[in-house]
């Protein structure tokens, strides 16, 4: 039914009027506004906490640097002490300074070995004999524990297999 202008149309009736038409109403509109509000204040507090999380990290990062970079200067301090003590004229100072004196050819003394072989040996040749692999394992334990001996056994060697 249509109402007509000296009629007021009953709430129910507006309603669908304005469902039909596609209108919103005020509590709607409202509710939708609040949603959109609420969600960029939500989007707001998250972007400002990485922010805040990120500047914490890049001061941190900063601070470490700065530390490094002091290590660093440490460590040319001492590579250039090490340099100055290593000098030959300073080592034949302090040589002197503890007693040593040059040697001479008179001073050096030979050290005789009996049967101390004078040529390298020939070099051996490697047995050409092929080992045969061993037999497959044959149950699933089996081949668990010889996974496990191996490892051990390489592990002992100071082998790793790192891939």
């Known amino acids: 039914m249509m109402a007509t202008p ?8 507006a309603r669908e009027m304005a469902r039909r038409l596609g209108l919103l109403t005020q509590a709607q509109a409202a509710a939708g506004w609040g949603v959109i509000i609420i969600l960029g204040a939500l989007l707001g507090a998250i972007y400002l906490n990485q922010t805040s999380k990120i500047a914490t990290i890049g001061r941190r990062v900063q601070r470490e640097q700065a530390t490094l970079d002091e290590v660093k200067r440490q460590n040319a301090e001492l590579e250039r002490l090490v340099a100055e003590a ?4 300073r080592l034949d100072e302090e040589a002197r ?6 040697s001479t050819p008179a001073d050096i003394d030979y050290v005789v070995i009996p049967n101390y072989p004078t040529e390298p040996l020939p070099e ?3 047995p050409t004999s092929v080992e045969e692999p061993p037999a497959p394992p044959e149950t699933m334990w089996e081949a668990v ?3 496990i001996r191996d490892m051990g056994i390489d592990l002992t060697r100071g082998e790793a297999n790192d891939q």
């Open 97 to 102: 300074r503890l007693g040593f004196v040059p």
């Open 86 to 89: 290593q000098v030959l004229e």
């Open 145 to 147: 524990s010889l996974a």
């Open 124 to 126: 051996r040749e490697e």
């Open 6 to 13: 000296e009629e007021k149309p009953r709430p129910r009736q």
